[in-house]
């Protein structure tokens, strides 16, 4: 477990607060039983280094609802436990917090293999679950819609990888990649998303063992390409940008953010990757609810996930406000409500959605990781996306949308 | 027809690519009776000497080439006095796996050094000249040329030079050689150099056609191992013609097999050249 530290600024405010309401005649304090909410987030092991910022920002909400009265009159308890980044330690936490603690929502699990393990247990005890995992698989299992991710899954990015040649002219897209646990659903919606727009696709899946690829490339260009994808690590991609430079290849180039890095750019000649496009999923930083994260957390450019956890907390304790009810039911069923209501207020915060809530107007909230918008599955409809390019030796940020 | 004309173009370039360092690999083994699998680690030593004296000391290729094979030399050479030499009479085996581990020892301590990241060298980057619809790249053309010197240096050496008629003469038969007078241990030293340059060579040719990172030379040991075998271990020539092989091979394959299969086709190569003339295309003897 860790220990919090509430600032005194935080705590001040908070009692001021507390104050002022029971300053105002008739209005009932949260009272009654408090609403228990869990995290469980790496603490420890490969995630450890976002677990603890994650549950920072989930404190921040929590105690600012709480001071600003709670949910439906009743405080909100948060309770934190680690996973430790391990299945078998996730599943022994999500036990305790739902057999123990009886919280109606888990928040946060953060490795696809955790999110796998600790699924059925939520669903089954009727727990609503909602992760920062990517795996595609996720969302697939049987959940019985008591599971939404905030994470964009590898169709959505594949869709964005798809949708950003088409925008940019190029009908004619060939996706080249290793042999990965996703290639083969990114070509897909890749395909799916250049299709629709009347254009044709073509791939190759290559050996990302080779000194050289002057064969595949010709593939490639047999093609007739407007745009590659360049679907690798960095140093395959490395050596095929080289060689479809050398083979005379003028066309678009878009890559993984993770593949063409600065340091990707630093090892080639700067012809070679000079235009290349990078496409990465990211916060939805410059919105409001970025900066009010940011303040709230004191950290000055949170990480993806915990831009996600800030979202997640947020529309739980709206979805138990407009339902009326804090079982993990009424959270499932009434999530979509806060999260995408058609014409409803545009909120991107609790407080404000809980105001909005009570003076009866659906709600349609906007976060720091995006539009927060779900499919039936349970995935997240869109998401924040980075673009950047090669100008000049340097990754320049086009845009983020 | 072209792109048949393409692939076969494109096979013998990774063919010299892979046989400088297959022409290391199989000296060893002549001289000394054992597959060297450390020569992953020196090829990635002799990429990252190179990179050194092109990148850091503003040397020219050519001369960043004689600092690879310099370095790697060395380094294999005291790899083996201070490790395997005194592996060698427990039999081939024992030491091929002590080679394995030695392999991971010096890719770990490049790693230490240089740290994780791709690097590239200082060289201007050439589009392909075209002949027709054929494509053939300055810069490949230059390593292949730089190659096949490297090749003849070596066939000369051993033919005409006192030192490599010895080579060869322990690499035949080491018994009748030291009743002739050669010590097998000088022998065994002058090969290592030999060998751990030559591949130390290899990895920079490769690495000036990619990019380097502590484990360039592991990605291409499996090939160099299967042109070794190929050709016949211990056999220059053999090595050569394996690797040419190949990267030919290799590359016609991809007009009818997916992409992924590449490294397929090299262990097919070995399991048919195996079966049925296990001492390889220019084998004298079965190893």
Known sequence: ?401 | MSQLLQALVNGVMTGTLIAVPAIGFSAIFAVLRYPNFAIAAYATIGAFAAWWANVAMGLPVPAALLVAFAVTGVVGVVAEETSLKRLRNNGALIVAIASIALNLVLENIVRFIFGNEMRGYDLPIARDMRFGDLRIGPQQLQSLLLAVAIMAAMFLFLRYTRFGKAMRAVADNPDLARLKGIDPAKIAIVTLFLGAGLTGVGGVLIGLDTSIDPLTGYRVLLSVFAAAVLGGLGSIPGAVAGALMLGIAEELALLVVPATYRTGVGFVAILLMLTFRPRGLLGERAA
């Open chain 1, 1 to 401: 477990m860790t220990a919090f530290t509430t600032d005194r600024r935080t705590l001040l405010a908070g009692a001021a607060a507390l104050a002022s309401l029971s300053a105002l005649p008739g209005r009932a304090l949260a009272q009654g039983a408090p609403i228990k909410i869990g995290t469980l987030t790496p603490l420890t092991g490969a995630g450890g280094p976002y677990g603890p910022v994650m549950v920072k920002a989930v404190k921040a909400v929590v105690d600012e609802v709480n001071a600003a009265g709670g949910v439906l009159g009743r405080k909100v308890e948060l309770i934190s436990e680690d996973d430790q980044t391990s299945p078998e330690a996730g599943v022994r936490a999500a036990r305790k917090l739902i057999d123990v603690d009886k919280v109606s929502a888990i928040l946060g699990t953060w490795s696809s293999a955790v999110t796998t393990a600790v699924a059925p247990l939520c669903w089954e005890s009727k727990t609503f679950l909602a992760t920062v995992s990517g795996a595609d698989s996720i969302t697939q299992l049987p959940h019985q819609g008591y599971l939404i991710r905030t994470q964009p899954n590898t169709t959505l990015q594949g869709r964005k990888f798809g949708e950003f040649c088409i925008a940019e002219k190029a009908k004619r897209v060939f996706f080249l990649s290793p042999q990965t646990p996703f290639a083969k659903s990114q070509f897909d919606n890749i395909t799916e998303a250049v299709k629709k727009a009347g254009g044709e696709t073509g791939s190759l899946i290559y050996d990302d063992k080779k000194p050289a690829y002057r064969s595949e490339i010709d593939e490639v260009l047999r093609f007739k390409p407007d745009a590659i994808i360049f679907g690798g690590y960095t140093p395959d991609t490395a050596v095929m940008l080289k060689d479809a430079y050398r083979a005379g290849y003028g066309g678009l180039k878009v890559a993984f953010g993770y593949a063409v890095n600065q340091k990707l750019v630093e090892s080639v000649p700067a012809e070679v990757v000079d235009k290349t496009f990078t496409i990465a999923p990211s916060p939805a930083e410059g919105s409001k609810a970025y900066a009010r994260l940011v303040k709230m957390i004191g950290v000055a450019s949170p990480d993806p996930y915990t831009t996600q956890v800030y979202d997640q907390i947020n529309l739980i304790l709206m979805a138990i406000a407009i339902a009326g009810d804090s079982s993990g039911t009424a959270i499932k069923d009434a999530v979509r409500k806060v999260s995408q209501a058609q014409g409803g207020a545009k909120v991107d915060n609790a407080l404000d959605g809980l105001k909005a809530i009570a003076a009866k107007q659906p709600v349609d909230y906007d976060g720091a990781s995006g539009p927060c918008d779900f499919t039936e599955t349970g995935d997240i409809a869109d998401c924040q996306f980075r673009y950047e390019q090669v100008q000049g030796g340097k990754l320049t940020l086009v845009k983020i949308a």
